[in-house]
T-cell receptor
Framework: KAGVTQTPRYLIKTRGQQVTLSCSPISGHRSVSWYQQTPGQGLQFLFEYFSETQRNKGNFPGRFSGRQFSNSRSEMNVSTLELGDSALYLC???????????FGSGTQLSVL | DQQVKQNSPSLSVQEGRISILNCDYTNSMFDYFLWYKKYPAEGPTFLISISSIKDKNEDGRFTVFLNKSAKHLSLHIVPSQPGDSAVYFCAASARKTSYDKVIFGPGTSLSVIP
């Protein structure tokens, strides 16, 4: 079974731009969660999608948004990028909510 | 409001000795706890989990202990190996509630010295 796939692997953007990150979950997994990792901050929860609906949202500004498609693939979007958005963005999938998460390798976003 | 805490940012242990990583939580609704291991530039990988109905779970060299009254859990690695050097994250969720997202602690960086 293929693991969680995230694209692109690396991304460089400038302040004010927007970015879209993509995540393909493990086949059969309906829950997709997104996390932001910055040095010293651990994994900060962004949001979780289940059956195309956002079920939980973390404490991030509205510039961060996401969606899930009918095939469970998910995208997250960050608009009006700021320097502080530079981080590793991790996507994780699980068969059901609140259970063991399977992570992708992440997208390393650098905002210049 | 950090609901999952790992108060030791780093830990160094000699190869062959025991590594003990600690985690505290504040939300009494948490009923499922997990440990993940992360190498640089990779996603976290699942190590071991424990349900709140148990106080111990073992998988090879890894054992997780849960003390619900103290809202504390720990991960024991015996014996420690150089390949265990990584960042370890404690995580928790409240599966029986609508607050069932998985919350992670800030991580503990473990260095196993040969």
């Amino acid at each position: 079974k293929a693991g969680v796939t995230q694209t692109p692997r690396y991304l460089i953007k400038t302040r004010g731009q927007q970015v879209t990150l993509s995540c393909s979950p493990i086949s059969g997994h309906r829950s997709v969660s997104w996390y932001q990792q910055t040095p010293g901050q651990g994994l900060q929860f962004l949001f979780e999608y289940f059956s195309e609906t956002q079920r939980n949202k973390g404490n991030f500004p509205g510039r961060f948004s996401g969606r899930q498609f009918s095939n469970s693939r998910s995208e997250m979007n960050v608009s009006t990028l700021e320097l502080g958005d530079s981080a590793l963005y991790l996507c994780a999938s699980s068969p059901s909510r609140g259970e063991k998460l399977f992570f992708g390798s992440g997208t390393q976003l650098s905002v210049l | 409001d950090q609901q999952v805490k790992q108060n030791s940012p780093s830990l160094s242990v000699q190869e062959g000795r025991i590594s003990i990583l600690n985690c505290d939580y504040t939300n009494s609704m948490f009923d499922y706890f997990l440990w993940y291991k992360k190498y640089p530039a990779e996603g976290p990988t699942f190590l071991i989990s424990i349900s709140s109905i148990k106080d111990k779970n073992e998988d090879g060299r890894f054992t997780v202990f849960l003390n619900k009254s103290a809202k504390h859990l720990s991960l024991h690695i015996v014996p420690s190996q150089p390949g265990d050097s990584a960042v370890y994250f404690c995580a928790a969720s409240a599966r029986k509630t609508s607050y069932d997202k998985v919350i992670f602690g800030p991580g503990t960086s473990l260095s196993v010295i040969p």
